[in-house]
Structure formats: C-alpha cells, structure tokens
C-alpha cells in the first residue's frame, strides 16, 4: 500500500507509478535476506537461472522479498558489499555502505545504499509508531488508518520510508558511527544513539500487512490450559489492534470477557488511578480481559507495579502488546518474585523472546520459522504449539507422580528398615551392636527393594492419556506441589516408623520370655530375630509399592518378579553356603548367617508372625484409603470410576457428600445441581 491518494490525471498517474516503484525498492533492499541457488552443480550462482530459495531470520522478511519479486523488484542477491536486484528485465547493483540492524528500542532496521546514479540512500521499516513519528513528508493520515485497519483484521504491519543523504551529511554520519563502533564503554548506546541521528526526517512512502497465520489446535490448546486452572499472558510486539483480534481469533479472549485498557498512557498518576478503579472492578467478580501496551507497561512496572500485579492476577487473561524483549522478561520476573511465587513457563518461538524464556522457571521454544535461537536458549523445544497439551497435561503430571513418589518412598523404605536398628539400641545400651548381619545391611538398597521403584520411576503412568487430555482438571491435582507438601512427607514417614515398629515388636511379642519354638525347644539367637525383621520389611516396603502402582507392564512385573524371588535366592545362597571354605575369600570368614535363613522360615509360627505383621502395617493404609474413596475421592479417582462404569455399560452415578454432589464428570455445590 503506498501512501499517496489517487490521482487519474497523467501526472497523477506519473507520480504514483514513481512511488509505487520507491516502494517496492525499499522492500527489495531493506531486509537482511540471503539468496541461495540451488544450481545443477551445487554451486551459488547470481548469473544462473536457477531458482532463487530466500533464506531470511524472519518470515515476515522473506515475505516482504518475495512480494517485491512478484511485483517486479527481484533480489537477486549480495555481498558484504553491494545488492543486486532485477527491475523488470534488466538488474541493477547498489553499493552497500551500512545495515542498521532493528533494535526492539528503535523497533525499525536500516540500510544505507548508493544508487547507480551515485545517490546515497537510507531505506527505513519499522513499526508504525517509530516511522510515522520520524516521517516529514507523505501521507501519514492515511497511512495510519490503513495500518489500524490492517491490525484489527490481525495483520501485522510495517511501515517504509526513506531519507536522501547528502555528502556532508553522510560523512558525518560515518564518522560518528566509526566512533561509537571503537568505544569500549556503552557502545550499544552510542551505536543506536547514531542509528537515531540518521533515521529523522522521513519521506513515508507506505505500509505492509503480512499475515501471521496460526498453527493448529491453538485455540483449543488454550482453552484446556486454561481448564486446568494454568493462567495464560500473552506477550507480544504486535501493534494493540493486531494482539487483540489474534487474541479473539484463537479464543484467549471470549466473549463473555469485559476488555480493561491500559494503553496509551504517559501520566503515573493516570495509570494508578485506572489500576485502582480496574482492582475494584476485578474485585466485584466476574470474566475480565487486561490489555496494556509497552509504553503504559513501562511507567506501571516502575511507579505502581504491585496495583499491575493485582489487576493482572485477578483477570481470566491478559495481552501486553508493543513489547521490548526487556519488557518481556520484566512481566515474567514480574510474576516470578510475586507473593503467591507461582511456577512460570515462557513459550517462545523468536530471537525477541529468548530473555522471557531465559527469566521463567521453564522456557519452551518453538522450532518454527522465526529461527532456532529460542529453541537453542529453552530447557524444551517442540515444533507445535499444540503439542503443549501433551507435554503438560500428560507427561508433567506422569512426571511429577513418578519423582514425587520415588522420592517419598525412599524415604519410607529406608526408614522402615533402619528404624528396628535404633529401636534394638535401647536393648544393648546403645552400644555398636547391629541386629542385621552384614548381608542384609548391604543388599536391602541394592537387590532388595531397588529394582521395582526404579521401574516406577521411569514407566509409571496413574492415569491413562487419553483420560488426561480429555479432563484437564486432573492437572489441578499436581498444582502447586501437591504432592510434595509438609502433610504428603509426614504422612510416608510416619508410615515407615509405624511399620518398623511392627517389624521389630511383633516378633518380640513373639519371641519374649525365651520362648522355644523349634521342636528340639531351642532359641532363636540374634541373627535369626534380624532375620524375621528384614523379612517382613523386605515383604511390606514392596507390597505397598504394588499397591501404589497404576500402570503394570512387563518391566514393572518382572521386577517384582525378581525382588522377590531374589531375596530368598540370594538369601538362601550366602546363609546355605560356607563361603570361606569354598573361596578362601578373607571376606566370608564369618559363618554367623550359617543356615540360618532356612531354620528361621521352615516354622509355622515365624509365618503367622510375617503375616500379623503384613496384615497390622496395612489395615490402617486400607481404611484411610477406603475413607478417601468412597467419601472423599480425588477428581482422578473420580475420572477413573466413571471410566470403568462407562466400560462396564454404567452411564452415570451420583456420590453422596455432606457439602457436595460429586458425579463422573465433576463436583456441584448443593443447591446448584442442573439437569
């Protein structure tokens, strides 16, 4: 679009066709695009007739170019040191003096070229805040409404123009910028101070749109984030109108939204007045949608960033628009060092977003079209952003539940075993005595128990995914570190001191008063009662992990297979073997552990012992868990019963609670139950 209105006459016609061709000039030679030919031979040709395959850090640049090309401008190519184009049959070269890279601060990029004609040039694009502010000449008016128009429809705009620089003027400028390229102190400042100096007085010659179309699955992505109680701010550099209308499109705002604006804005005392009436109006109830652009975001962060905060948090979404980089990573630390500390997660798919990536707690970068430095500077890269759903509501919570309870159980297991060594102290006046042979001490960790929690940790799944991605309020359940709070960490040690206090003190209820129970009326001794204990631990520790687990495959059973098959195995080896006399091995000089293992378990009683023992450590777990599921359930225990009544023919079933009805598909307040 360029920026003259319409003239029939001839001269009319004249003028227009001239600027119409200084239009398509500044999109052919103001971008920092490369041309790659794909030639017969491999080689880089500009003389061949090959295709030219556009290689840019930008789509909107590539775009630009090939617009350009079908218009007539075609960029063929260039050098350090000059560009070539192709003007309708015939090319032309102009000299290459500088490229002003864009800085999101000026947000605009430059090149300096001289034409055939000797001219010297700088060819400007930007957005249109920095170009039509600097513009002296052209039609700004109507340049401004096409571009408004351009951003409702959600395209995004540029504006071009350029500046005729004389010799003096030029050399000027070439001496400044040299002189700020050799400081050695603040000579990014003094670079874009010089840049500025040069892009003043602007002749407007028009404005692009260029669609930003989105990927699939966006909107619904979205929403089920959002379902899943996760808060959603979009950060954009895109002009309000443009951020506003993709914000529609892909459903971040709804239409049951009321929209507050902060934009605009340059009096502190302004935007704390419209902070606190906008906090009022939050407060009150209701959905609210916050928009605020980069320059009010900038006075809000430093004068009044806790009312921003208030506003921001209490809204269902929120769109900050013509944003810096800075400002990006700024909104995110923002919310970071907030009171409520919430977890954040940056997705990015551009060099301009790799400090917001870099400042939350998790950066996600999108391999797309925009280059690879945010995937290069994020912790996870993907190539769509609907692959977000799977990573967050399927293998976040899967991961989160195997480290959360791999962790706690090792805690448990090993306190649970060690536990009867401290009890056993009280008896030998604390002395080094140990009630567990050597054996056990060294192979509980590392035979015994360690095989299946390590299978857990890597393959456990507690809900399907399909059930996941259809109910994204199952996220809700691992929000917040659910299951590593205080409660969840006291609970599995209390459990583990509660079992080693049965695997220590049932066989002494047992075994008191020197009790006989070999028919030959022998006593047990001291590895035979650290015998029965490792047992009935080795027992309970893994048979609770087999009723923690919810995904049983073929690793899963055979470990279990092979801890508990191996303890007897390994067990009856060291204790039916003497080991010294077969090896001459130092290390099995002790025969105390001598036959032991099968004295202690061919005795009935020593049975009925393990089994009082298993049944006395799990009778309190089963009718806390009992409790839980039938008058307290989790939403995923309520997904899953509803899946297995959906499975057996069953369509619906109500749970009756004291101060709630809770039915297969979720929870309803009494007195708000609908049909």
Not at 124 to 143: F, M, R
Not at 407 to 412: H, K, L, R, S
């Amino acid at each position: 679009m360029t920026t003259e209105p319409e003239d029939f006459t001839d001269s009319g016609k004249e003028h227009r066709s001239e600027l119409l061709h200084e239009f398509l000039l500044c999109m052919g030679l103001c971008h920092t695009v490369h041309v790659h030919k794909d030639s017969e031979n491999g080689m880089d040709s500009i003389d061949s007739k090959a295709p030219l395959d556009y290689q840019a850090s930008s789509p909107d640049e590539k775009a630009l170019v090939e617009a350009a090309a079908s218009y007539g401008v075609k960029f063929l190519g260039g050098t350090s040191e000059y560009i070539e184009v192709q003007l309708d049959s015939y090319a032309e070269r102009y000299e290459l003096l500088h490229v002003l890279e864009f800085d999101p601060t000026r947000k605009c990029m430059s090149v300096i070229v001289k034409t055939p004609t000797g001219e010297i040039r700088l060819l400007c694009k930007g957005a249109e805040s920095t170009i039509l502010h600097k513009s002296i000449s052209g039609n700004v008016d109507s340049t401004l409404q096409h571009v408004n128009d351009y951003a409702v429809l959600g395209l995004r705009t540029l504006c071009f123009a350029y500046r005729i620089l004389s010799p003096e003027v030029y050399e000027e400028f070439h001496e400044q910028l040299a002189e700020a390229s050799s400081s050695l102190e603040n000579r990014e400042e003094k670079l874009n101070a010089v840049f500025e100096i040069a892009e003043q007085q602007l002749h407007l010659v028009g404005a692009t749109a260029v669609e930003d179309e989105l990927q699939d699955g966006v909107a619904d992505t979205i929403a089920k984030l959002r379902e899943a109680g996760i808060k959603v701010w979009v950060l954009t550099g895109d002009k309000q109108e443009t951020a506003v209308n993709i914000s529609h499109s892909c459903d971040h705002f709804k239409a049951n939204m009321s929209e507050l604006y902060l934009v605009k804005q340059k009096d502190p005392n302004e935007i704390s007045r419209m902070l606190t009436d906008y906090s009022k109006m939050v407060d009150g109830g209701g959905n609210y949608a916050f928009v605020v652009d980069g320059p009010s975001l900038a006075l809000a962060l430093n004068f009044h960033s806790d009312k921003l905060l208030q506003v921001c948090i209490k809204c269902v979404a929120v769109l900050c628009c013509r944003m810096s980089p800075l400002q990006k990573a700024q909104t995110v630390k923002l919310v970071k060092d907030s009171p409520t500390k919430p977890t954040t997660m940056a997705i990015g798919d551009g060099a301009n977003d790799v400090s917001m990536i870099q400042e939350a707690h998790v950066g996600l970068g999108i391999m797309g079209k925009e280059g690879r430095q945010a995937v290069r500077c994020s912790d996870y890269a993907f190539a769509r952003f609907r692959f977000l759903q799977k990573i967050l509501l399927v293998h976040g919570p899967w991961y989160y539940i195997r480290v959360a309870m791999t962790v706690q159980y090792f805690f448990y297991k090993n306190i649970a075993f060690i536990t009867a060594q401290f009890f056993y102290a009280f008896y030998t006046q604390f002395s080094q005595q140990t009630v567990f042979e050597s054996f056990y001490l060294t192979f509980y960790n590392i035979t015994c128990t360690a095989l299946p929690i390590t299978i857990y940790g890597i393959f456990e799944q507690h809900l399907p995914k399909k059930m996941l991605l259809e109910n994204p309020l199952l996220y809700k359940e691992i929000s917040k570190n659910a299951k590593l709070r205080l409660w969840e960490c006291f609970y599995w040690c209390i459990l583990g001191f509660y079992h080693a206090f049965l695997f220590y003190y049932v066989p002494i209820w047992l075994l008191g008063d020197d009790i006989g129970l070999k028919s030959e009326q022998v006593n047990y001794g001291l590895w035979s009662f650290g015998t029965i204990i490792f047992t009935n631990c080795v027992i309970v520790v893994n048979i609770k992990l087999i009723i923690e687990t919810c995904h049983w495959n073929i690793l899963a059973v055979a470990s279990m297979v092979i801890t508990i098959v191996g303890y007897p195995t390994l067990a009856s080896i060291y204790s039916g073997i003497v080991w010294f006399n077969a090896t001459g091995w130092e290390l099995f000089s002790t025969t105390s552990l001598y036959w032991v293992f099968f004295e202690v378990h061919k005795i009935a009683a020593m049975w009925f012992c393990i089994l009082l023992s298993v049944g006395m450590a799990f009778l309190p777990d089963f009718v806390y868990k009992m409790i839980m599921y039938y008058y307290y359930p989790s939403q995923s225990q309520i997904e899953r019963r509803s899946n297995c009544m959906r499975e057996d023919g069953v369509f619906c079933s109500i749970y009756q609670r004291s101060d709630r009805l809770i039915t297969p598909h979720g929870s309803l307040d009494n007195g708000s139950l609908a049909t």
